[in-house]
């Protein structure tokens, strides 16, 4: 069983990859969900987690809050993206549940540290603000991670919240530049995957057709999510992005991609970029594996059975 931390600032699909994950108990032991301000501030992001796993029953999870927002700059949303709680399209009842006590970043640490060195891995679905923080607060901890799994970047895609940044990335660039230059092994998940692979009627369908109660909520607020894609590039259906994070952990068969130096840009009007030296020119050393294909099909297979499997009567 690998042990994992999630972080998250949940619109929808980050929700469905921590419930993956939870439906994943052969294979992952989730030790924690921890939230920062991204899509949304992270007043909503910290109840969206709280509401997600209230209707699965597993609030068994510790939910920690983290950083409200980067290090260096002003937080941007992406409202315009997931409506106005990073929750539209359902109306879900407000949590009961309340985060657990202790900031993000400081528990971060306490729980890589506390095991054994190469055993935690941290699936990052968010700008990587806490991450970075935690790597601040205890410079041993990108040493004792087994790896960094993270939804963030393009290349060939281009951006998606400017023209040549992806939002995770974007939100936070220093923090991503502190992840890249850590020496922590990082597996990253860009646009260029996740846009090989939409949320299909035939797709959606096959999703209504798992009986959990918690899947009628959620097929609501995909398709809330999907109307912004389909409006902006006419597909039919958008992408599901962070759930990719949580399939590779427990299918890395599924994606293709290279062993590659990825630079991030930091100044305007690039600030956000992954710089990904796809073809070694520059000769520096390979700091990610870089995944631009997915197998899409066995993809949403894995997602759905996964999402339906959350569920605890
Ligand atoms: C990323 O931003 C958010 O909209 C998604 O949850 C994903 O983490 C995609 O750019
Ligand atoms: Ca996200």
Redesign the pocket.
């Known amino acids: 069983r690998r042990a994992i931390i999630i972080d998250t ?1 949940p ?1 929808p ?2 929700a469905v990859t921590f419930l993956m994950a939870l439906g994943s108990p052969d294979e992952i032991d989730l030790l924690a969900i921890t939230t920062v301000g991204g ?1 949304v501030p992270l007043h909503y992001t910290t109840r969206n987690a709280l509401m997600a796993l209230e209707l699965v029953n597993r609030t068994d999870v510790p939910v920690y809050k983290g950083a409200e927002g980067p290090l260096m700059v002003p937080l941007e949303t ?1 409202e315009h ?2 409506g106005r709680t990073g929750f539209d399209g359902y109306d879900l009842p407000e949590p009961k549940a309340t985060a657990a006590a202790g900031f993000a970043p400081e528990k971060i640490v306490e729980l890589v540290m506390s095991r054994p060195k190469g055993t935690v891995t941290l699936a990052c ?2 700008p990587l603000t806490n991450i970075a923080l935690a790597m601040l607060l205890e410079p041993k901890l990108a040493g004792h991670l087994r790896e960094i799994v993270l ?1 963030g970047g393009a290349r060939t895609e281009g951006g ?1 919240i400017t023209p040549a940044a ?3 990335i974007y939100a936070d660039p220093e923090a991503a530049w502190r992840v890249m230059n850590s020496g922590v092994p990082v597996v990253m998940i860009p ?1 260029d995957c996740t846009h090989k692979a939409l949320t299909t009627t035939p797709r959606m369908n096959a999703l209504r057709a798992y009986p959990q109660p918690h899947i009628e909520p959620f097929y609501h607020l995909l398709i809330a999510n999907k109307a912004y894609n389909a409006r902006q590039d006419g597909t039919d259906g958008g992408p599901l ?2 759930p990719t994070v949580v399939a590779y952990i427990l299918r890395p068969e599924i994606f293709a991609g290279r062993h590659v130096n990825v630079e991030i840009a930091l100044q305007a009007p690039t600030r956000g970029m992954t710089v990904v030296d796809w073809r070694s020119v520059t000769g520096k050393p390979a700091n990610a594996l870089y995944l631009p294909d997915i197998d899409a099909d066995a993809y949403y297979a894995l997602v759905w059975e996964r999402l339906a499997a959350a569920y605890r009567p």
């Open positions: 600032d619109s699909d980050d899509n992406a993206v997931h679905l968010a939804m998606n992806e939002y995770n646009l992005h962070d």
